[in-house]
């Protein structure tokens, strides 16, 4: 009787320090001081090249340890891609090249080649099998659970064939990974839940294969202690995949078809990965965006610098998981994401090859991009509002958010109307598509008819944005309110504070001015306008699960204006709102000038 066991763990770029060093600490280290201690058991192992490199600074005699069970023949490492992305969202020319810079580096780092691959969360598609044999690749290890229907497919090892390219397919066993997630939920002790991997590895028989997800694990103290548990009942019959397929005993032939499996997360209601970015705005947003710049980084000179350094970072703008619910919580992970794909604007921008409109909502809103060498902004049809705004100093769209972008404006007479839901007759004023007009479709209010309209003057350091509310009927409008909302995508917060430097909370106060201080990258904004109005900020943060529990993360920061106002028939109201980021130097470079 033949098993294969293996364990692997997600974490990537953005992971904490505390995650890293519980995971080596919980999980990795027992895992490994066993294995070296018991010669007969053998096993399979995946780590993202992030924590390898994490390991070789903190903690290298872990990569040492490692590499001696692979040069001994009692460990194989499992390939992924090389950025933590999911390989089925990468153009299919573009996978090979993840996966073989895994392999390369596997190689140099552990002695020995992967043979085998572990497709990121578990999210297969057939056309995967392609590229196995461009990767030098014989083996993929995947649960045998399908998410979309609810059910394990096939227990044993099997080989599959697309388009002509064959690869075996080892699925693992689906009762020990739905221990692992319940235990992950916190649902069982480790004693409950090392009783469990007793019984079912009584029952375990042959060719069988079974992993455990580390990070789940890790959210139950003690839980390592199944790996003495598995190491005493099956350590001298654990083999190598290799050493299974090399016995050419696989001969049945399956199809697995194209789905998340596993149980290390959950499309909830989506029926595939795809569909949940496609219902989620911001991952949308961030993959069409990603897809954009994939276009146009084509009219790049071929073997040019920057198409070269455009390539790069359009591999590393996928890292970090950013598509799969709950790591997309992690403001780390997407900040990571959002700055190589900063990088590629700016690149393009200066190429002078970005397009000047696009289409990034797939609402069939384009929006109207400009820019300068401080900035790009996109200006969306969908509510006239600022749906990326890139400022290149701090590598960063201050737009990335759940919301609808900056200058999102809502009207109120008894009856919410919200405008940035619809569609505006957006068009540029000049010809160096700077400035740009904006007007609302007319809105009824009671008996009288408003019409609104904005005009963007984006500059240097700085965007003004012209407001003028026009009363088209002859029926003067009362207690009308008009509201205006910008979410700020800026981490590390550290206050809000109007023209006379008191401190604004959700309740809010009455000011022209508003000061927001950001602890991270140095940057300052201060938002201004004609009129005193009622101004709230606070913080959106969300509850993500993560390997050390739920924790909150900071998702965006919400500026909220809202002011009551007359309108008699026939008359407009005009105010003027500018939006100024400046990076404030530190005390060390104000000391190198004097």
């Known amino acids: 009787m033949n098993i294969i066991v293996g364990a692997y763990s997600y974490l990537t770029h953005g992971s904490s320090n505390e995650e890293c060093s519980q995971l080596l600490d919980r999980q990795l280290r027992p895992l490994l001081t066993l294995s070296f201690s018991n010669p007969d058991f053998r096993f399979v192992l995946r780590l993202g090249i992030p924590y390898i490199q994490w390991l070789e600074t903190n903690h290298p005699e872990i990569n040492m340890l490692i590499a001696d069970l692979c040069r001994n023949n009692r460990l194989e490492m499992l390939s992924s891609s090389f950025y933590d992305s999911v390989l089925t969202l990468e153009p299919t020319h573009e996978r090979s090249v993840h996966i073989e810079k895994t392999n390369t580096f596997?190689?140099?780092?552990?002695?020995?080649?992967?043979?085998?691959?572990?497709?990121?969360?578990?999210?297969?598609?057939?056309?995967?099998?392609?590229?196995?044999?461009?990767?030098?690749l014989d083996y993929i290890i995947i649960s045998s659970y399908n998410q979309n229907l609810g059910q394990t497919l096939v227990r044993k090892p099997f080989r599959m064939e697309e388009l002509g390219k064959t690869a075996v397919i080892l699925p693992s066993d689906d009762r020990f990974s739905r221990e692992v997630a319940e235990c992950g939920k916190e649902e069982c002790t480790a004693e409950t839940l090392n009783a469990s991997f007793s019984r079912l590895l009584d029952s375990v028989s042959g060719n069988e294969v079974i992993m455990l997800n580390m990070d789940q694990l890790m959210r139950c103290e003690g839980s390592s202690v199944v790996y003495k548990t598995i190491i005493d009942n099956v350590a001298e019959k654990t083999i190598l995949p290799y050493e299974l397929i090399s016995q050419k005993e696989i001969a049945s032939m399956y199809y697995l078809p194209s789905s998340v499996y596993g149980r290390d997360f959950n499309i909830e209601k989506s029926v595939s990965l795809n569909q949940y970015i496609l219902n989620n705005p911001l991952l949308n947003r961030m993959h069409r965006c990603i897809n954009l710049f994939r276009d146009c980084s084509k009219n790049l000179k071929k073997n040019s610098d920057n198409r070269k350094l455009v390539e790069y970072l359009l591999m590393n703008a996928s890292t970090g998981m950013i598509y799969i619910p709950e790591v997309n919580l992690n403001t780390e992970i997407r900040r990571r994401a959002e700055g190589a794909l900063s990088e590629i604007e700016k690149t393009l921008y200066e190429e002078g090859i970005l397009p000047s409109t696009a289409d990034l909502d797939g609402d069939l809103f384009p929006e109207y991009i400009t820019g300068n060498k401080v900035y790009t902004l996109y200006l969306n049809t969908k509510g006239a509002a600022i749906s990326r705004l890139n400022i290149f100093s701090i590598k960063s769209d201050i737009a990335l958010n759940q919301g609808q972008g900056l200058f999102r404006d809502t009207i109120r007479n008894g009856k919410a109307s919200d405008l940035s839901i619809k569609r505006w007759e957006l068009t540029p004023v000049d010809r160096k598509r700077q400035d740009f007009f904006a007007k609302s479709p007319l809105i009824e209010v009671g008996k009288s008819v408003i019409s609104i309209s904005k005009h963007y003057k984006p500059r240097q350091n700085s965007i003004t944005v012209d407001y003028e509310m026009e009363n088209m009927g002859k029926t003067p409008i009362n207690d009308l309110v008009f509201e205006t909302v910008l979410n700020l995508c800026i981490p590390g917060t550290e206050s809000f504070a109007d023209s006379e430097g008191n401190t604004i909370e959700e309740k809010g106060t009455t000011s022209n001015r508003i000061l927001i201080a950001n602890k991270i990258n140095g940057l300052y904004f201060e938002l201004t306008s004609t009129l005193d109005f009622l101004i709230s900020a606070r913080n959106i943060y969300a509850d993500a699960d993560t390997p050390l529990g739920v924790v909150k993360q900071y998702q965006y920061t919400q500026i909220k204006y809202q002011k009551k106002i007359k309108l008699p028939g026939s008359e407009a109201l005009k105010c003027t709102f500018t939006l100024k980021a400046e990076k404030r130097r530190g005390r060390q470079e104000k000391q190198n000038d004097t």
């Open 106 to 136: 596997l190689r140099k780092k552990f002695i020995r080649r992967p043979r085998g691959l572990w497709c990121m969360e578990q999210v297969f598609s057939p056309s995967i099998i392609q590229v196995m044999d461009m990767s030098s």
